[in-house]
């Protein structure tokens, strides 16, 4: 990658591309419900015809099942080990003041935990799990700097 500068970069992809990046993403994917129908819009398939087709949305969540969510996340943060960056609060009433760390442990610990049973779509379920497990994956790689003696 041509913008890469070194092990140093990695603690920016950590943080803005997999925690930010696709953490927040994901929320965005599942809490369309919350949204105001204008801005929600923008998640759902489009039809040839334009029209937007929110029957077969994938990863639609109703309103009270998000409003579970957010409750089992504040319920679970007892489980959850010290080392821990994140704060574990109800983002999905509150998302003022959630930070990148919070983002990478909500993605890492609460989606296939808490948020993939209540997705009806087997397919959405697999692909969100799978999308899990490559990011904690990525996040298990250490770069070293090597330096050449010739």
């Known amino acids: 990658m041509s ?12 943080l803005h591309l997999i925690a930010r990046g696709i953490g927040k993403h994901v929320y965005e994917l599942i809490t369309v419900a919350n949204l105001p129908a204008s801005q929600g819009s923008i998640f759902y398939y489009t039809n040839e ?3 937007k087709n929110t029957e077969d949305y994938p990863f639609y969540i109703n309103r009270n099942d998000l409003k579970s969510i957010g409750e089992n996340i504040v319920k679970s943060r007892k489980f959850i080990p010290t080392s821990f960056q994140g704060s ?4 999905i009433e509150k998302t003022d003041g959630v930070r990148h760390v919070d983002w990478l442990d909500i993605l890492l610990s609460c ?9 009806q779509d087997t397919s959405a ?5 799978s999308l899990v497990k490559g990011c904690a994956l990525s996040l298990q790689w250490n770069l070293t700097e090597h330096v050449s003696h010739q």
């Open 111 to 119: 989606i296939h935990t808490i948020v993939v049973p209540y997705i």
């Open 125 to 129: 379920k697999k692909a969100l799990i």
């Open 88 to 91: 574990f609060d109800n983002v």
């Open 49 to 51: 015809d334009g029209t």
């Open 3 to 14: 913008t890469f500068s070194g092990s140093s970069m990695f603690g920016l992809d950590e």
